[in-house]
């Protein structure tokens, strides 16, 4: 079963109606990256209004959707969350027939994602300081992962004799196979065991930290998203890339990476588990290696020397 990490209750919005809210979108099988935004989302809100959500009036959410914009003049990602969850919230949680809610419409930004290079993906994984994070890191990357997916990793996903792993109930609830490389198979034996915990590949800390030699982590749940977030943020600033780098940027530039060593656009759309090529086909528009190719098909096919034709 997922890792459903919530966020931190705030003064205004706690008790059965964020409860309530959190199972909603459990129950409407919402990923674990979706239940914690859109819960922020409307905490967000509360906390700006000062009342708890199911308290605020229609007057009151048009005017922080204007704030929003105006004022603090949040990016289209974080619109879209805000508005997501929100959304959510008044038409499944706590249900208002109000007109704002169909009124609020964001212009859709064909936005490309950030990619790093496989040198840059070496320099955070040798920066971690860590084992544990060290792992995670290459382990999301080599197989493309989204953070969820690579946190909720299962001793018995890994097939080592088919070296396959199975990640199950991925976006969209759908299940797929991705290949995996000896190299990450042996990470990842090397560092299990220094927990050997019997189902999580990578178990959330005990109390300090640290387990001693030979002690069998009994850890509930999966290491928190907040910790491989917190990590990454902080290893990218110190190496000062000068881009936003999340942990979605290492799947994105193995989407990349294995494009630009030629491998083909449906393979790579089986393996990231996208339902259409056409969220794959963006990754084109990232690497120069097609436009190289053309150039020089188009080098062959118009190499005529009209100028001298008689």
Excluded at 4 to 14: C, D, G, M, Q, V
Excluded at 58 to 64: A, H, I, K, N
Aim: net charge positive; aromatic share 10%; with cysteine.
């Amino acid at each position: 079963m997922a890792n459903y990490e919530k966020p931190a209750r705030s003064k205004y919005f706690n008790g059965p109606i964020y409860d309530q809210m959190a199972e909603d979108l459990q129950l409407t099988g919402k990923a674990q990256r979706t239940v914690h935004g859109y819960l922020r989302a409307v905490w967000q809100l509360a906390d700006h209004c000062c009342k708890a959500p199911d308290q605020i009036t229609e007057t009151e959410l048009r005017r922080y959707f204007l704030y929003l914009r105006n004022q603090k003049k949040s990016a289209y990602g974080t619109l879209r969350v805000a508005l997501s969850g929100v959304q959510f919230f008044y038409r499944t949680t706590c249900v208002r027939d109000w007109n704002v809610l169909s009124m609020l419409k964001l212009k859709n930004e064909n936005t490309l994602p950030e990619v790093i290079t496989r040198q840059q993906v070496r320099q955070i994984i040798l920066a971690a300081n860590t084992q544990r994070m060290r792992v995670f890191f290459w382990t999301v990357y080599s197989l493309g992962l989204r953070l969820g997916e690579g946190l909720n990793l299962q001793v018995g996903d890994i097939d080592s004799q088919r070296k396959m792993v199975h990640i199950h109930r991925g976006k969209g609830a759908k299940d797929r196979y991705i290949p995996i490389s000896q190299f990450t198979i042996d990470a990842l034996r090397r560092y299990w065991v220094t927990h050997q915990h019997p189902k999580f590949l990578f178990p959330a800390d005990g109390r300090n930290h640290t387990l001693k030699p030979g002690t069998v982590s009994v850890a509930k749940t999966p290491m928190s998203m907040t910790s491989a977030q917190g990590a990454i943020k902080k290893i990218t600033k110190e190496l000062k890339f000068g881009k936003r780098v999340t942990m979605h940027t290492l799947r994105h530039s193995f989407a990349t990476h294995l494009l630009e060593a030629n491998v083909s656009l449906r393979v790579i759309q089986q393996y990231l588990g996208h339902s259409s090529l056409m969220t794959t086909i963006e990754y084109l528009h990232l690497t120069d290696t097609a436009q190289q190719d053309a150039r020089g098909t188009i080098e062959k096919l118009f190499a005529w020397k009209i100028d001298e034709a008689k």
